[in-house]
């Protein structure tokens, strides 16, 4: 145990680990439990009492200290456990490792720690949720919401994180009442980006990609896992070990996508050719040509295929946008198309396609997606 402040110099024989200072007035109380130790100081000097009835409370409040201590260790959740440690409990007991975790965990320390992290759990009001709303409201951490974050982010802060952890708490007992209101501003339909000529734009993409990357496998292969519906996380955390040339499909692994499953697609021709041509087979796929880590976002190249093609809506997101109306205008189901893309919601993907990981519906997706690009392989 650690040195019990000099100023204590008396021993209160009437509890063990009770010292008071000279005159009776401070009191010190420590014990140990599990190698760890816990101590109090109570403090009497605006108490008009003897010695004798000063020594009688400061046991009790010692004892009292001890009992809610160890019921605390016993049962860590209760109404005086702090939100960092029910967050915490969370994050590591409730939620499987993946992007979107790491994402949440993120959110958390941002935006709900600095204001009610060290907060009593049972504490915590509604009048605590709209401040963390108002100063989003007002600034975010990013260059982006530098001015106010959007509502969709106040909804992942408030909804998709604080919300779950406060349930959680409930659930172990932690909350006296209900999960406080959380609210939201209303927020206004986001218009989806309209594609038109969805086969003559991803012909037009095929085309421009190829001709620009004739010679470099690297950006051929990388461009080419965009058109067939890849995300843009999905193509940089891709590594080579996830990759079966051999069988000829690959597995975008779910720490590394939206749904936490690790789901496998087919390797269509036309990403296998430049990825055969790629020198270096360890580790990350895409590696930054310059630092060998991670590739970002590939603005600069992308910003060549817009003016190759002209389309100036284009992202790496935009891809997918394209794909799905080609896709849809050759006549493509919704399983398959849903399949392909790396969707699970039931309402779109059926039994069969969610079985076998989208290995299939990819499959049959790539088929009609190579008869409208008219394949050929450089």
């Not at 969370?90 to 949440?104: D, I, L, M």
């Not at 059926?350 to 009609?368: F, P, V, W």
Request: overall charge positive; some cysteine; charged content about 30%.
């Amino acid at each position: 145990m650690s040195a019990v402040p000099k100023e204590f110099i008396n021993t209160v024989v009437e509890l063990k680990g009770l010292k008071a200072n000279k005159d009776y007035t401070k009191f010190h109380y420590r014990f140990k439990s599990n190698g760890k130790e816990y101590y109090k100081t109570i403090d009497y000097n605006n108490k008009a009492w003897t010695t004798a009835v000063r020594k009688r409370e400061a046991r009790r409040e010692a004892e009292l200290y001890k009992e809610n201590k160890l019921t605390e260790i016993e049962n860590p959740f209760n109404p005086d456990t702090n939100l960092n440690f029910i967050a915490e409990q969370y994050f590591e007991n409730k939620c499987t490792p993946s992007q979107w975790t790491t994402a949440r965990i993120r959110l958390y320390e941002l935006y709900i720690k600095p204001h009610i992290g060290t907060k009593k759990v049972s504490k915590i009001i509604e009048n605590d949720i709209n401040k963390i709303r108002k100063s989003m409201e007002t600034k975010g951490y990013s260059k982006q919401n530098e001015n106010g974050c959007s509502i969709r982010s106040i909804e992942k802060v408030l909804l998709q994180t604080l919300k779950p952890i406060l349930e959680y708490a409930d659930s172990n007992g932690a909350l006296t009442k209900r999960v406080p209101p959380i609210t939201i501003p209303n927020r206004k339909k986001k218009q989806k980006k309209i594609v038109t000529n969805g086969t003559e734009k991803i012909s037009l993409l095929y085309n421009a990609i190829q001709a620009r990357y004739k010679n470099d496998p690297f950006y051929r292969a990388l461009f080419m896992f965009a058109l067939f519906g890849r995300r843009w996380n999905e193509i940089a955390s891709l590594e080579w070990c996830d990759i079966e040339l051999d069988s000829n499909k690959y597995t975008i692994r779910s720490i590394n996508n939206k749904v936490s499953i690790d789901q496998t697609y087919d390797l269509p021709i036309v990403i296998k050719a430049p990825l055969l041509e790629i020198q270096d087979t360890k580790g990350i796929v895409f590696k930054s040509p310059i630092t060998g880590y991670k590739l970002h976002s590939p603005r600069k190249q992308l910003m060549k295929i817009k003016e190759d093609t002209k389309i100036e809506e284009l992202t790496m997101h935009y891809f997918r946008h394209i794909l799905v109306t080609a896709l849809g205008e050759t006549g493509t189901t919704a399983t398959v198309l849903s399949a392909s893309l790396g969707h699970t919601k039931a309402e779109t993907v059926d039994e069969y396609y969610r079985t076998i990981n989208h290995l299939k519906g990819s499959q049959d997706a790539n088929k009609q997606l190579e008869n409208i690009i008219n394949v050929e392989v450089i």
